[in-house]
């Protein structure tokens, strides 16, 4: 049964840095594309990050060189590493991870998800 949960959310003063894990049981992610999503409120679900099956990170524009993703596999553990954190950067953070493709940056690519961690940037 594979399972992701996300942790480390919170609330932060903009400039202020957070660290999200997701912690995923169930399957060996070491070979998945993983990823992180977020939703602010009345908007779409976007990509933030994503570490495809060849380990390559890419960012969405808005967060590169703030955010940094990455994926520690004694501990089936992925994390996102927020820094210079901004009040737009408020949102629903999830994990996501998908094993059949050898890249996914899309929402609909990916089969697995977890269920979210808070992340409010107070400016």
């Known amino acids: 049964h594979v399972q992701l949960v996300e942790s480390g959310g919170g609330s932060v003063q903009a400039g202020g840095s957070l660290t999200l894990s997701c912690t995923a049981s169930?399957?060996?992610?070491?070979?998945?594309?993983m990823a992180w999503f977020r939703q602010a409120p009345g908007k779409e679900r976007e990509g933030v990050a994503l570490i495809d099956r060849s380990r390559t990170a890419s960012y969405a524009d808005s967060v590169a060189g703030r955010f940094t993703i990455s994926q520690d596999n004694t501990k089936n553990t992925l994390y996102l590493q927020m820094n210079s954190l901004k009040p737009e950067d408020t949102a629903m953070y999830y994990c996501?991870?998908?094993?059949?493709?050898?890249?996914?940056?899309?929402?609909?690519?990916?089969?697995?998800w977890g269920q979210g961690t808070q992340v409010t940037v107070q400016g």
């Open positions: 169930g399957a060996d992610y070491s070979d998945y594309c």
């Open positions: 996501a991870a998908e094993e059949g493709r050898t890249i996914a940056t899309m929402e609909y690519e990916y089969t697995y």
